[in-house]
């Protein structure tokens, strides 16, 4: 399991995951379309991961593709991985994925996200160190938040060569104190 | 639906710039603590009408899903509420290495009373054990290559009584050939800027 205090996780973790109920549950709201607090089994529900998951364990729920992983996102990724939109469809595509596979029982899940990261890291690092220092790109709002992190760790350690090489003030405002202010006159 | 104020605070880290503190958000800090009190109330309640009724709760019925629902939520809510104090925590630490010992006015105001009261005891430990080990460890990691460096003054601050037991005039905009080690802390409060080249 990842890190109790990791942020990401408890993000992608809200992901809504698409599930029936194999058994009624009594006393909680749930289901938005039930006006009582019951939920009759066979109902078709979206629930975040975090409470679909432990449900689906204990088969009260069963688990149902996520939309993001339907047939459509996998042909486009298979025809051109680059150009695809994966940060509308979903944030944390890469992570939502290795949880849910062993959930949905989609054998084919791994080489999927493995062949779909691969093409699309290429064309990340590339554009990474071409496109330095300008002002960001299209493609930034095409990234998940995985490899929104590469991108950044890209630039950044371009930065910091160029930095050593040329040199610089070795002290500098602290960075916590945010932008610089304006001027007071 | 159950843990939506929760993931809210979490948000609220994720999208603020990296390593920046926000201010702290008391309000929803509440609603979740109140949701949780909800959860638990619930589960009471039920449990209750189970012990009435004479049923055992290890029964596996509706009630019994409707509980571990409950339950659930409960840990979403105290995993999203730990993470945000603790990442807010983590950031006051850095604090400390970068601007010292006081915390400035800007930051002060977006803290919890409860995070001021942390950030004074923290940095009472750490100056106490600097003291017991006669090292400052919140120096510059790299050896200077002069003792000396030349500043330029952003922020006004008049007459001021430097930690080397001189006095200089810090007008907005003079320049000054200071010592390292006095000069340092007014960088990094953004007070003055160091001249190279």
């Known amino acids: 399991m990842a890190n109790?205090?990791?942020?990401?996780?408890?993000?992608?973790?809200?992901?809504?995951?698409?599930?029936?109920?194999?058994?009624?549950?009594?006393?909680?709201?749930?289901?938005?379309?039930?006006?009582?607090?019951?939920?009759?089994?066979g109902s078709k529900v979206e629930l975040p991961l975090w409470l679909a998951y432990e449900l689906h364990l204990k088969q009260v729920v069963k688990m149902k593709v996520p939309a993001c992983f339907n047939h459509r996102t996998k042909l486009e990724l298979g025809a051109d991985g680059a150009a695809v939109d994966l940060r509308s469809r979903c944030l944390y595509f890469y992570e939502f994925g290795c949880k849910i596979a062993p959930l949905i029982g989609d054998r084919d899940m791994g080489s999927f996200l493995l062949s779909a990261f691969r093409t699309r890291y290429q064309q990340i690092l590339a554009k990474a160190h071409n496109a330095a220092f300008t002002a960001p790109s299209k493609l930034l709002s095409f990234l998940t938040k995985e490899e929104t992190n590469l991108y950044e760790a890209a630039q950044s350690s371009m930065a910091a060569f160029k930095k050593w090489r040329i040199g610089g003030p070795r002290f500098e405002r602290a960075s916590v104190l945010g932008r610089k202010r304006k001027s007071t006159d | 639906m159950y843990g939506t104020n929760a993931i809210q605070l979490v948000k609220e880290i994720a999208n603020g710039e990296k390593g920046q503190l926000t201010a702290f958000s008391s309000n929803l800090f509440k609603d979740v603590i109140a949701e949780c009190s909800q959860h638990y109330e619930d589960l009471q309640k039920s449990l209750r009408k189970m012990q009435e009724a004479g049923i055992d709760?290890?029964?596996?019925?509706?009630?019994?899903?409707?509980?571990l629902i409950h339950h659930l939520s409960l840990l979403r809510n105290k995993r999203c509420l730990m993470t945000y104090m603790h990442s807010r925590a983590e950031m006051l630490r850095n604090l400390i290495w970068k601007v010292?010992?006081?915390?400035?006015?800007e930051i002060e105001e977006k803290l919890n009373h409860t995070?001021?009261?942390?950030?004074?005891?923290?940095?009472?430990?750490l100056r106490s054990y600097m003291s017991r080990v006669?090292?400052?460890?919140?120096?510059d990691m790299v050896p200077p290559k002069d003792p000396y460096i030349k500043v330029r003054v952003l922020d006004d601050m008049g007459e001021v009584q430097l930690p080397s037991f001189?006095?200089?005039?810090?007008?907005?905009?003079?320049?000054?050939?200071?010592?390292?080690?006095?000069?340092?802390?007014?960088?990094?409060?953004?007070?003055?800027e160091e001249l190279t080249g």
């Not at chain 2, 006669?134 to 120096?139: C, I, V, W």
């Open chain 2, 100 to 105: 010292g010992y006081e915390i400035p006015e």
């Open chain 2, 134 to 139: 006669e090292l400052h460890l919140d120096m």
């Open chain 2, 115 to 125: 995070e001021k009261e942390y950030f004074k005891k923290h940095s009472e430990a």
């Open chain 2, 57 to 67: 709760f290890q029964t596996q019925n509706e009630d019994h899903y409707g509980f």
């Open chain 1, 4 to 41: 109790y205090y990791d942020i990401d996780d408890i993000i992608m973790e809200q992901q809504l995951v698409p599930v029936v109920f194999q058994k009624a549950v009594n006393g909680v709201e749930i289901d938005p379309s039930a006006e009582t607090d019951y939920v009759e089994a």
């Open chain 2, 166 to 192: 001189n006095t200089a005039n810090f007008a907005q905009h003079s320049m000054h050939f200071l010592k390292r080690t006095d000069a340092e802390k007014y960088i990094s409060l953004g007070k003055m």
